[in-house]
Nanobody, 123 residues
Framework: QVQLVESGGGLVQAGGSLRLSCAASGRSFSAYTMGWFRQAPGKEREFVAA???????YYADSVKGRFTISRDNAKSVVYLQMNSLKAKDTAVYYC?????????????????WGQGTQVTVSS
């Protein structure tokens, strides 16, 4: 199965932008649905965005219109462009991979996870 590593996290002011990257290693990257999830201290991990092999995209209501997910199958990388960041976006962001044909918004459907990257938004 694929192995994932996130990068691009950091400290940003409210209203600013940040782009996260998730590099995948392994075979058949394009066959996986790729998702971004986030987890704040003391909170459950929540769905943020996902993109499937057809490049259909899905977003949580809390980030719709502000975040954009994309993938580059040739480079085996998935991105999360985050604009108009808010303090409530502060969390550890995780990249994850799921088999085809699964519900993209559920953490239970993802079988491979990266180690996460911290995003902190200051007000």
């Amino acid at each position: 199965q694929v192995q994932l590593v996130e990068s691009g996290g950091g400290l940003v002011q409210a209203g600013g932008s940040l782009r996260l990257s998730c590099a995948a290693s392994g075979r058949s990257f394009s066959a996986y649905t790729m998702g971004w999830f986030r987890q704040a201290p003391g909170k459950e991990r929540e769905f943020v965005a996902a993109i499937n092999w057809r490049e259909n995209t899905y977003y949580a209501d809390s980030v719709k219109g502000r975040f954009t997910i994309s993938r580059d199958n040739a480079k085996s990388v998935v991105y999360l462009q985050m604009n108009s960041l808010k303090a409530k976006d502060t969390a550890v962001y995780y990249c994850a991979a799921a088999p085809l044909g699964t519900t993209v918004t559920s953490t239970n459907n993802y079988n491979t996870w990266g180690q996460g990257t911290q995003v902190t938004v200051s007000s």
